[in-house]
């Protein structure tokens, strides 16, 4: 397939409208679904233009009309067996039809791994331009969408425009922007539209799906306070004594990839770049060393303790507070002198706003 | 699959600036790239693993492949050493600037060129650019299957088996050949290159280097003028700057002096 307009300025002006690609889950759409609508409808409210949710799925129809509560116009459907789940060369077919036939002139992506799947193919299919992992969006005043993403792991933001091609496309890191209320008096349009789909689109088979479990209890990313384990714990069996200390505050545990990678805590603890973003009014670092891709994660945190044998670690550079320590040894200790101030009082962690 | 041609394996690796040791500089507020050492971009050292272990166990033959300027000859040659058989280098003045569009065409474009292919091994993404886009779109123009994110590879049957790392759960997805997957960072232990393979590097003749002219690239579909984004700016990012309270000593005093400073913030109820 070639792009969609061979001089790339000819008609940049037939472009309109926004879109956000949608993502079902169970019957529900995913939480960076929600959020970019949010942000959707913002950007769309700014060049006075309709948003719309695409939806590819089979039997989604409920599920787009619940969508539009959220602040969409109208919800385009396509509804097929084969796009009962996430594939690729199916769903870019489908993306690539659409954008071709309506041509949007903003296309938005959670920046999940299916989306970045999704993008990365269709981008390069309709030779436009895709900026990732996007953690603003701005209008610069020649009207171009401004796709603000950190670069080299949050040292820099840089503002990325495509001017020439359209659609403007982007994906949009998770939990950096705000899920909008849910209004189910909303009104809107379901609209069903067909792509030719075959059994030759499906080039990918999945031969087993085993659904990570995640245990009781707080999810890192609604944490007020995390503690995180790294490579420095050298056996999972110690996130056991991390749990303690975060059951004393309050909090979740969580991980470093490294220790994901190491098989010792699953993936879906780990925080940074390719993980989840925590932002929790106290994170501890445990045997962690402060890799870019990790503060990516966890830098916006409203305190930040780290415990690390290795007083040059990075992660002390951005740490409030710091034992240079061993960790099987301070941690232990730590849970019991917070045990003793614990006795007899109610939660130790203060509320935000009286953190100095 | 090729009829009668040896497995051919290609792996696209990048040479990237060691992440770690990239600082701002506080004058100009630009990343300080000069003087940084390089290494593979960690995920594509991973992929050629992979490819290594496939060689371990069949037949077959593996190509590295990079587009960027001469000074990545070092990462190729570290592959060569490493086990790769030999290695391609698309390098020319033309591709510089190039997005993630020029860049997926001009390697699909060389891969086609090489031809026989039967399986396409990509990083997850690059330590520099972090887009991950340029695997998928290689696959998008090749018009083959892609798994993306993979942490286990296995050939069965004449068929690509690979576990995917998905947000929720992880998935076994096959796949007919050719097909494209990009792996995660850090699913396995890139082997260190040997004194053997170090000899063939030396040996010479295992590089080539192609200009566009070369693989037949439209030089209007590459580089700056023909990527469809451009960063705009760059704005360093000026985190709150941080207390830096460190506590010394033995356990049970740096513990004290701990939760008194925590105290005394704030952070912990008095
Ligand atoms: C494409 C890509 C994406 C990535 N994405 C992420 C991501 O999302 N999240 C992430 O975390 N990483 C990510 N990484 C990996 C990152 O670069 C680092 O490799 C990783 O964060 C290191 O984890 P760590 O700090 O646990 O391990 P290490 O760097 O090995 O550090 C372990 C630390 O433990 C300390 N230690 C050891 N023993 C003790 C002890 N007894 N007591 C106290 N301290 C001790 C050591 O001094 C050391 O500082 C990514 C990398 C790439 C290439
Ligand atoms: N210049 C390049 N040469 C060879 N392979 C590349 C190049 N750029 C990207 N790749 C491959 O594409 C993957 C994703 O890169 P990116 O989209 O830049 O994050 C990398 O891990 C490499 O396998």
């Known amino acids: ?356 | 699959m090729p009829a009668g041609g040896p497995f051919r394996i290609l792996v696209c690796i990048k040479q990237v600036p060691k992440a770690q040791e990239l600082q701002v500089d506080p004058k100009t507020q630009t990343l300080k790239r000069v003087g940084v050492p390089s290494e593979i971009n960690p995920p594509d050292a991973n992929a050629l693993e992979f490819a290594l272990r496939i060689k371990d166990r069949m037949p077959a033959e593996i190509i590295v492949l990079s587009m960027g300027p001469t000074s990545f000859d070092e990462s190729l040659e570290r592959s060569i050493g490493m086990g790769a058989d030999r290695a391609v280098l698309l390098t020319d003045r033309i591709l510089g600037g190039s997005d993630t569009v020029p860049t997926a065409h001009a390697l699909s474009e060389t891969i086609k060129k090489i031809g026989g292919y039967d399986l396409i091994l990509c990083g997850e993404e690059t330590t520099d650019a972090s887009t991950g886009h340029v695997g998928p779109g290689i696959a998008g123009h090749l018009d083959i299957p892609q798994i993306t994110y993979i942490s286990e590879i296995d050939i069965v049957d004449g068929k690509v088996h690979a576990r995917r790392t998905a947000e929720d759960g992880s998935e076994w997805w096959e796949a007919a050949m050719p097909c494209l997957v990009t792996v995660n960072f850090g699913c396995n232990k890139p082997r260190a290159p040997t004194l053997s393979g170090k000899i063939r590097v030396k040996r010479g003749g295992v590089i080539v280097h192609w200009s566009c002219a070369d693989v037949g690239i439209d030089p209007n579909k590459v580089g700056l003028k023909n990527s469809p984004t451009i960063v705009a700016k760059v704005d360093t990012v000026h985190l709150p700057p941080r207390a830096r309270k460190l506590f010394h000593g033995e356990p049970p005093e740096a513990v004290a002096g701990l939760l008194k400073a925590l105290v005394e913030d704030g952070v912990i109820r008095p």
């Open chain 1, 1 to 356: 397939m070639t792009g969609i307009h061979h001089n790339p300025l000819e008609g940049k002006s037939h472009f309109r409208g926004v879109w956000v690609f949608l993502e079902g889950r169970k019957g529900a759409l995913r939480d960076v679904s929600i959020q970019l609508i949010g942000e959707g409808r913002r950007i769309a409210d700014r060049g006075g233009v309709p948003l719309t949710g695409v939806l590819p799925g089979h039997d989604v129809e409920a599920l787009a009309r619940h969508a539009i509560g959220y602040g969409l116009d109208r919800v385009i459907v396509v509804d097929h067996p084969l796009l009962e789940i996430y594939r690729s060369r199916p769903f870019t077919k489908v993306m690539a039809t659409l954008i071709t036939r309506h041509k949007p002139e903003i296309v938005l992506y959670g920046a999940s791994k299916n989306g970045r799947d999704l993008g990365g193919r269709l981008h390069a299919v309709l030779e436009t331009g895709l900026a990732a992992d996007c953690v603003k969006f701005d209008i610069d005043e020649e009207g171009n969408l401004d796709m603000i993403r950190p670069s080299f792991g949050g040292k820099s933001l840089a503002h990325i425009l495509c001017k020439q091609h359209r659609p403007q496309m982007a994906s949009a890191r998770r939990n950096v922007f705000l899920a909008p209320p849910h209004d189910p008096t909303r009104h809107g349009e379901v609209v069903r539209e067909t792509v030719d789909l075959s059994e030759a689109d499906l080039d990918a088979k999945l031969l087993e799906f085993k659904e990570f479990v995640r245990e009781g209890g707080v999810r890192p990313d609604e944490a007020e306070v995390v503690v995180s384990g790294g490579y420095g714990l050298g056996d999972p069996k110690y996130f056991g004594m991390l749990q303690d200390l975060a059951d004393l505050l309050g909090g979740a545990v969580a991980a470093s990839r490294k220790a994901v990678d190491s098989g010792w805590i699953p993936k879906e603890f780990q925080v940074g770049q390719t993980g989840m973003t925590v932002r929790p009014k106290v994170y501890f670092a445990i045997g962690i060393s402060g890799a870019v891709q990790h503060l990516a994660g966890m830098q916006e945190s409203d305190k930040i303790v780290a415990i690390n044998l290795d007083p040059k670690a990075a992660i002390f550079e951005i740490a409030d507070y710091g034992i240079v320590g061993d960790l099987f040894q301070v941690v232990p200790e730590f849970i019991r002198q917070l045990k003793e101030l614990k006795a007899g009082r109610g939660p130790l962690i203060a509320p935000l706003a009286t953190i100095a």
